[in-house]
Every structure is written in structure tokens, then in C-alpha cells.
């Protein structure tokens, strides 16, 4: 069986783990390395995945690897393990805006490159991840292999790289806008007598139910929400006030905002 390895231990690392452990992955078949020892060693315990020694060990052990480090140091860790990229392996890069082309570039050889961009939501195994690749340089059974592993802590959609930007700001990025408006509900709910922890429950299970019916159906979004609104009702005053105060416009220059900026990444890489 192939096995995994992380460059990093992060926060998305963890949520990653999480994930997979909540999905029964076999966990023995992960290794990690991290300059935190602490880190790494933390991650062994927490999940029963192997601590590399270094970087070098985690390459020549695992088939699939993630950098999961910041964009500027990919350079200085691709230079490291270069040696060690053989035909055989598989890097994963989830940096916002590094590229393929990027990453070959600094390899300076023909790797085999997948791109990723998960969210957080990992954690409890209901990630979202946009990948993409060059299917010429990856068998059937390697596809195979890359669509389990990410599904192994949730959902995944493959697009063609132009639009991985994109995903940072539509998916990658949009819990901590999500986590913004279950945090603003809550506040309204106390304003208005709810204990904060039910307010909390009760909002971001709207949220979640909300979402599955976009996500379960075919229906449009707008649809939705008309459906929701009666005539001269409470929701249809909300909804005026959302409008009045820009809700709708904010979201789309928020992640308008956040999708620039990985074009300033690219633009350093």
C-alpha cells in the first residue's frame, strides 16, 4: 500500500489528520517531519503516524507528499530533498498561488506534481479540496490513489489549474467568513435572550442545513432563499436590511480581495 507523508505540522496538518482518523484511515501509513520537534512528536502520539527523522526521510519513505509549509519555503525544501524526487514519488503542494510550473521549476526536473487546496473543515472530515494535475503524468491507479486520499477527510472537486485561485477565495478561505457570521448570529441571539452556546448551536446548524440543500441539490441558491421569505413576513425584513447594508457586496469584494492577493503569491514565486 502507498503511504503518505507531511513536510510541516500545522494547523492544516492536524485538521488533515484529524479528518482521516475520523474516517478509519490506517494511520500507521503516514509519516510527518517538522523543524518542531515537539510538533511532529505531538502528532505521533495524537494520531499513531511515524516521526521522519528529516525531510529527506520522509521523501524516500512515503509515495505521496504534502509540502505543507509556506510559499517562500518551498525553495530552500525542494532544494533539500531534490536529490530524493524520483519518478516514483508524488508531491503535493498546498501553498495559495504556488503553481505546478512553479514547483517544477525550482525542482528542476519532470516531478510529479499534484496542487491542492483544502479547507479546515478537514477536522471533522468534511473538507473541500480543488486539485489539479497533469493527468499525463500520473497512471489510473495513481489518480485512484490521489481522489482516496482526499477524500479520506472529505470532499474533493478536480478543475483545471487556471481556477485554483479561485478556490482559495470561494473555498479554502470562506469558513472564516462562515465562522464570522455564526459568531455575529450568536451575538444577535444573546441580544435577544438566547444563552450564547445554544445561540452558537442553533446558528451554525442553520448554516450547516442551509448548505447540505445547496450542496444536495440543484436547486439556485436565490430559489432558496425566496422560498424562505413570505410575503410581509420576519424573514423578508432581514433579508432588506442584509441588502440595505451591503451583506451581499462585502462577500463578493472580501473574496475578490483575498483572490488578488494569491496573485501577488504567484507573482513571487
Do not use: W
Amino acid at each position: 500500500m502507498y503511504k503518505i507523508g507531511f513536510i510541516g505540522a500545522g494547523n492544516i496538518v492536524n485538521a488533515i489528520l484529524t479528518g482521516m482518523s475520523i474516517k478509519k484511515f490506517d494511520m500507521s501509513r503516514i509519516y510527518v517531519n517538522d523543524l518542531s520537534g515537539d510538533a511532529k512528536e505531538k502528532l505521533s502520539v495524537d494520531f499513531g503516524i511515524n516521526c521522519a527523522k528529516d525531510n529527506i526521510d520522509v521523501i524516500q519513505k512515503c509515495d505521496y507528499i504534502f509540502f505543507a509549509i509556506k510559499p517562500q519555503y518551498y525553495k530552500s525544501a525542494i532544494d533539500e530533498v531534490n536529490g530524493y524526487l524520483t519518478k516514483d514519488k508524488t508531491a503535493i503542494i498546498i501553498a495559495p498561488g504556488y503553481t505546478i510550473e512553479s514547483f517544477k521549476k525550482a525542482a528542476d526536473k519532470n516531478v510529479k506534481v499534484v496542487r491542492a487546496m483544502p479547507n479546515t473543515p478537514a477536522i471533522v472530515s468534511e473538507a473541500m479540496t480543488g486539485i489539479c494535475y497533469d493527468k499525463n503524468d500520473f497512471t489510473k491507479d495513481e489518480e485512484k490513489n490521489i481522489i482516496e486520499i482526499f477524500e479520506s477527510f472529505g470532499k474533493v472537486e478536480v478543475l483545471p489549474e487556471y481556477q485554483m485561485d479561485t478556490i482559495v477565495a470561494v473555498s479554502s478561505s470562506a469558513p472564516a467568513y462562515v465562522y464570522i457570521m455564526i459568531e455575529a448570529m450568536g451575538d444577535a441571539g444573546v441580544l435577544t435572550g438566547l444563552p450564547r452556546q445554544t445561540a452558537y448551536k442553533m446558528a451554525a446548524q442553520a448554516v450547516a442545513g442551509a448548505a447540505k440543500v445547496v450542496y444536495d441539490t440543484d436547486i439556485h441558491p436565490g430559489e432558496l432563499k425566496d422560498a424562505v421569505c413570505s410575503p410581509g413576513g420576519t424573514t423578508i425584513e432581514a433579508v432588506k436590511v442584509l441588502e440595505n447594508r451591503g451583506f451581499r457586496s462585502a462577500l463578493i469584494e472580501s473574496m475578490n480581495a483575498c483572490y488578488n492577493k494569491t496573485q501577488e503569491l504567484k507573482n513571487q514565486n
